[in-house]
T-cell receptor
Framework: DTGVSQNPRHKITKRGQNVTFRCDPI?????LYWYRQTLGQGPEFLTY????????KSRLLSDRFSAERPKGSFSTLEIQRTEQGDSAMYLC????????????FGDGTRLSIL | GQQVMQIPQYQHVQEGEDFTTYCNSS?????IQWYKQRPGGHPVFLIQ?????EVKKQKRLTFQFGEAKKNSSLHITATQTTDVGTYFC????????????FGIGTKLQVIP
């Protein structure tokens, strides 16, 4: 068990650029979650996958955000036309799919928009 | 939508003092989970409570789930500097998918 891995750890980009983050969950886990966390706040739900199916997407998420999990293993989160307000820590978590299972988080990708 | 509230948002305690954080959900929860996030780290799962009125202990930490399954508390006895961090409660709504809503967290600072 190597844990949840996220890349890159840090991303600095100019406003208006597109960015893509990757998450490799724990291999036995079917569920994968993306969260956004800003300073002093709890993780804010963005979206969730069961295997390759995206089952829920936050209504707070604009059309600039898209996530994929094409083979039910790793996932990518893309933000198009980044804005200042997108600056945050993007966390990925995974869990088993039986009942309500605890989530195992990665170290996150910190996005800074210049 | 579901809201999960936590109080207090910040707490400073002298080492050795007790600490309690409270969590309230606007909807009934199928279970409540507690996580700890150290400064600069990611949330780490502590415990899950499922049954109404359930109480669980982990060494100096005591977790309770309310009878109505809408509130929970975490109590730390005789805090230590290693307890420093932000404690989050999180819960999925009863039924439906597995979306979990996190509270804002309680940031604990322990003064040596």
């Amino acid at each position: 068990d190597t844990g949840v891995s996220q890349n890159p750890r840090h991303k600095i980009t100019k406003r208006g650029q597109n960015v893509t983050f990757r998450c490799d969950p724990i291999s036995e886990h079917n569920r994968l979650y993306w969260y956004r966390q800003t300073l002093g706040q709890g993780p804010e739900f963005l979206t969730y996958f069961q295997n390759e199916a995206q089952l829920e997407k936050s209504r707070l998420l604009s059309d600039r955000f898209s996530a994929e999990r094409p083979k039910g293993s790793f996932s990518t989160l893309e933000i198009q036309r980044t804005e200042q307000g997108d600056s945050a820590m993007y966390l990925c978590a995974s869990s088993f799919d039986t009942g309500h299972q605890p989530q195992h988080f990665g170290d996150g990708t910190r996005l800074s928009i210049l | 939508g579901q809201q999960v509230m936590q109080i207090p948002q910040y707490q400073h305690v002298q080492e050795g003092e007790d600490f309690t954080t409270y969590c309230n959900s606007s909807t009934t929860l199928s279970n409540i989970q507690w996580y700890k996030q150290r400064p600069g780290g990611h949330p780490v799962f502590l415990i899950q409570l499922v049954k109404s009125g359930e109480v669980k202990k982990q060494k100096r930490l005591t977790f309770q789930f309310g009878e109505a399954k809408k509130n929970s508390s975490l109590h730390i006895t005789a805090t230590q500097t290693t307890d420093v961090g932000t404690y989050f409660c999180a819960g999925p709504e009863s039924g439906g998918y597995q979306k979990v809503t996190f509270g804002i967290g309680t940031k604990l600072q322990v003064i040596p």
